[in-house]
């Protein structure tokens, strides 16, 4: 069974240029999630998708990053204008309805860095 | 406000040795609790997941504990090898689908 796969693996980008970030989550969990670690700072929440729907995005930053996940199936997330502090990895993760009981896959992230 | 704090934050240890990463949360409101591991460049693979009902759980030479009253987690890695060496992460879900991250424990078993 695929994991949760994540696209591009490394990015670099220059400052006010846009990254669209690409995440497929495992078959059939309809809970998605994004994630991010900026250097020397904790993993942080962003935001939190049941299917289709945006269940919780209080952990999104500012308007420069908008998520998305038309169909309830992959998800895009994307960061426009780029700012130097959105260096770090983008982690996506994925987990089945049933509950917040389940344990959390994560894909091997998205490893963003903005000069 | 939900924190998670990891000690030590690096460990260096030489093969063979037992070892316990200690995890402490400020919110006993908790459901569960995961453990990960992080490779360097690799995402994040789940060890161990305690159910807030649970006290532990074992996956091999990992043994996880959970003491909810106290706000503590311990991961203890039996019989290290230098495969063990990554970065270790504890992490504890409130409610609502958010994780709550610390900043983990980067461990070195030479061999």
């Known amino acids: 069974e695929a994991g949760v796969t994540q696209f591009p693996s490394h990015s670099v980008i220059e400052k006010g240029q846009t990254v669209t970030l690409r995440c497929d989550p495992i078959s059939g969990h309809d809970n998605l999630y994004w994630y991010r670690r900026v250097m020397g700072k904790e993993i942080k929440f962003l935001l939190h998708f049941v299917k289709e729907s945006k269940q919780d995005e209080s952990g999104m930053p500012n308007n420069r990053f908008l998520a998305e996940r038309t169909g309830g199936t992959y998800s895009t997330l994307k960061v426009q204008p780029a700012e130097l502090e959105d260096s770090g990895v983008y982690f996506c993760?994925?987990?089945?309805?049933?509950?917040?009981?389940?344990?959390?896959?994560f894909g091997e992230g998205s490893w963003l860095t903005v000069v | 406000k939900q924190e998670v704090t990891q000690i030590p934050a690096a460990l260096s240890v030489p093969e063979g040795e037992n070892l316990v990463l200690n995890c402490s949360f400020t919110d006993s409101a908790i459901y569960n609790l995961q453990w990960f591991r992080q490779d360097p460049g690799k995402g994040l693979t789940s060890l161990l997941l305690i159910q807030s009902s649970q006290r532990e759980q074992t996956s091999g030479r990992l043994n996880a504990s959970l003491d909810k009253s106290s706000g503590r987690s311990t991961l203890y890695i039996a019989a290290s090898q230098p495969g063990d060496s990554a970065t270790y992460l504890c992490?504890?879900?409130?409610?609502?689908?958010?994780?709550?991250f610390g900043a983990g424990t980067r461990l070195f078993v030479k061999a």
């Open positions: 993760a994925s987990s089945p309805l049933l509950g917040f009981t389940n344990t959390i896959y």
């Open positions: 992490a504890v879900n409130t409610g609502g689908f958010k994780t709550i």
